[in-house]
């Protein structure tokens, strides 16, 4: 099994069918460029699904604190370019460029083909108070807004935004570290 520690959490994968962008050496050569990565990546053998997952710690309310439009609109801008560099990198892998190809060495064979609508889930975790639960729905909603088509372009409905409680409820792999 694979143990990733991000942003207060651990989430225990099989190591087989996981891996992390961040230590792709393809991916390692872009990231200067500007493209960013999503914190994990796995095949779910018993859903028959590609799932990425972003770790947010609880630091990210500190900048609701200060500035709560600022802070809405950059968790807004920073999910959808991740989301939407993600997309690029699997698409650039799944159609065959030389960077794409060159992307497949360092993944899961299971992760080197399109498997068709709805087997991909993009999904991100808050870790969110209680008394900061209510903040998550406009965030998703904006997200899921100013990313509707181009998830839609890969057989995805929307992207998923979680709270741990609410990760815990779908079986997602993730528990508190520390």
Same mark, same amino acid.
């Given at each position: 099994?694979?143990?990733?520690?991000?942003?207060? !959490?651990?989430?225990?994968?099989?190591?087989?069918?996981? !891996?992390?962008l961040c230590e792709n050496p393809v991916y390692r050569s872009l990231s200067g460029l500007g493209l960013k990565e999503m914190d994990i990546g796995w095949w779910d053998n018993a859903k028959s699904k590609l799932l990425f997952f972003e770790l947010k710690g609880?630091?990210?309310?500190?900048? !609701?604190?200060?500035?709560?439009?600022?802070?809405?609109?950059y968790l807004v801008k920073s999910l959808k370019g991740k989301v939407t560099d993600v997309l690029l990198m699997m698409a650039a892998l799944w159609v065959g460029t030389d960077t794409g190809k060159a992307f497949k060495e360092s993944l899961p064979d299971h992760v080197q083909k399109y498997h068709g609508d709805g087997s991909l889930k993009l999904i991100f975790l808050i870790d969110t108070p209680i008394s900061r639960k209510s903040l998550l729905a406009p965030v998703k909603d904006a997200i899921n807004k100013e990313l509707a088509g181009r998830v839609r372009l890969f057989g995805v409905r929307h992207v998923t935004l979680v709270d741990f409680d609410t990760a815990n409820r779908m079986g997602l792999p993730v528990t508190r570290e520390g």
């Amino acid at each position: 099994m694979r143990e990733i520690i991000e942003s207060g !959490f651990k989430v225990i994968v099989p190591n087989e069918t996981s !891996f992390r962008l961040c230590e792709n050496p393809v991916y390692r050569s872009l990231s200067g460029l500007g493209l960013k990565e999503m914190d994990i990546g796995w095949w779910d053998n018993a859903k028959s699904k590609l799932l990425f997952f972003e770790l947010k710690g609880i630091d990210i309310w500190r900048q !609701f604190d200060r500035k709560k439009d600022i802070a809405h609109a950059y968790l807004v801008k920073s999910l959808k370019g991740k989301v939407t560099d993600v997309l690029l990198m699997m698409a650039a892998l799944w159609v065959g460029t030389d960077t794409g190809k060159a992307f497949k060495e360092s993944l899961p064979d299971h992760v080197q083909k399109y498997h068709g609508d709805g087997s991909l889930k993009l999904i991100f975790l808050i870790d969110t108070p209680i008394s900061r639960k209510s903040l998550l729905a406009p965030v998703k909603d904006a997200i899921n807004k100013e990313l509707a088509g181009r998830v839609r372009l890969f057989g995805v409905r929307h992207v998923t935004l979680v709270d741990f409680d609410t990760a815990n409820r779908m079986g997602l792999p993730v528990t508190r570290e520390g």
